[in-house]
C-alpha cells in the first residue's frame, strides 16, 4: 500500500491509515512504502518537479520491494508529489496488479480541487495541456509549480498511464463516479467503496449547546464564509473551530474578538470524535467538489448532523431534514439561518442524530468496508490477468 503523506495532516493521510489497519487486523499481510512531502522543503525545487514528473528512485525501490516480498495486489493511495504515476509502471513491469483510490480530481486539475477564485472551475478537463491552470498559477500560486503540475498532466495523458496502468479505480461517492466515468476513466474499472470509521464510537444524545467545524483553514473549505456566518449566530449557538492551515491567523483573530468563536486548534482524532459527540451539527461549508470528507463519516458516526453546501459530494452524502441541511455554497446568510434552526427545531434535531447514526451503520461500518474491498482486489485482478 503506497502513500505520499501530506505536509498538513488531512483525510487521506487518515483514510490510509484506517485502511492499512483494516486490512492487518483482519489477517492480511500490507507492506507500507511510504514517502513524507517533508522532504520537499530539503530539497531543490528543480528536483521535487522532476521526481513529480517520473520518480525513477521511486520506480527502482518498488520494484526491488515487489521482488522481494511478491504482493497479491499494489494499492495506492496518493502518488502526489514524490512517488509519481511511475509507481504503476514498476507493479505492471513486476506483472503485480494495480489499485488506485481517486480522493481528489488530480488528474484532471492542478490544485486537485477544481477551484479557483472563490468558485468551481473544470477550464482544464478539456485542454490536452492545462494552460488555463498554468495562466492563473492554481498549483499554490507558483508559475514553477503549475509548469510541473500541467506538466505531469499532460505526460500521463499522452501515455495514458491510467487506463492502461491502473487495473482499478476506487472512487469515493457516486458524484466523484459520475465525474471520472464522463472524463476518459472506463466504467467497468471504477467502484465506489466509501471511507469508514472503526471502532464504531458510543452514541451520546445529551448534547452541549455549540456547533463544530473540523478540517483545514483554507478559503476552498469556505472558512471565510463561515466566519461571516457567524457574525449573525454569534453566542445563541457557539461555533468551536479545529484545525490548521493558511487562514490560521485570520481565524484566531476573528475568534479573539467574537464570544460566538472559540479557536481549538491541531486536534488529534480522539479529541475530534469526542467534539464531534458533543456537538449539536458539524458544519461543512466547502466550496469545492470534495472527495469524501471523513469527518462527515465520523460525525454520522456519532450521530451528528451535518450542514453542508449542496455541492459534489456533500450534495449526495447528506439527505435534507434527515441528516442535516444543505445550502447553497458561498451563502453565509443561509448557513446562518440553518445553524439557527438548531435552536428553533430541536425536537427535528434529534430525530435526526438517530438518523445519522443509521445511516452510518448501513453504509459505512469497517465490516461492509473490508467486503467491497476485497471485491475491488479480486476484479483488479481479474483485469490484471485479462489485459497483461
Known sequence: MAHNIHLIPGGEDESFRQEKRLLEIRGNEVIPYIRNNQIITQSPLWQVGLRTLWSQEDYREVRRVIRKCRPDILHVQNDFPLISPAIFYAAHHEDVPTVLSLRQYRLYCLNAYFFRDGKVCENCIGQLIPLSGIQHRCYRNSLLGSV???????????????????????????????????????????????????????????????????????????????????????????????????????????????????????????????????????????????????????????????????LGAMATLITPHRTGLHVPPGDAEALAQAALDIIYNPDQWYAMQMAARSEFETFYTADANYQALLDIYQQASENHQRHF
Open 148 to 310: 510541473v503540475s500541467a506538466g505531469r498532466i499532460t505526460l500521463h495523458r499522452l501515455l495514458r498511464t491510467y487506463q492502461r496502468q491502473v487495473d482499478m479505480f476506487i472512487a469515493l461517492t457516486e458524484f466523484a463516479y459520475d465525474k471520472f466515468v464522463t472524463h476518459d476513466i472506463p466504467a467497468e474499472k471504477i467502484r465506489i467503496k466509501p471511507n469508514f470509521v472503526d471502532p464504531i464510537p458510543d452514541l451520546i444524545t445529551d448534547r452541549d449547546n455549540y456547533v463544530l467545524y473540523v478540517g483545514r483553514l483554507t478559503s476552498e473549505k469556505g472558512v471565510e464564509v463561515m466566519l461571516k456566518a457567524w457574525k449573525a449566530v454569534g453566542v445563541k449557538l457557539p461555533l468551536k473551530i479545529a484545525g490548521s492551515g493558511l487562514l490560521e491567523p485570520t481565524v484566531k483573530a476573528v475568534a479573539s474578538s467574537s464570544q460566538g468563536i472559540q479557536y481549538l486548534g491541531y486536534q488529534s482524532r480522539e479529541q475530534i470524535t469526542a467534539l464531534l459527540s458533543k456537538a449539536k451539527a458539524l458544519i461543512f461549508p466547502s466550496l469545492w467538489y470534495e472527495g469524501l470528507p471523513r469527518v462527515i463519516i465520523e460525525a454520522f458516526a456519532v450521530g451528528t448532523p451535518v450542514i453542508a453546501s449542496n
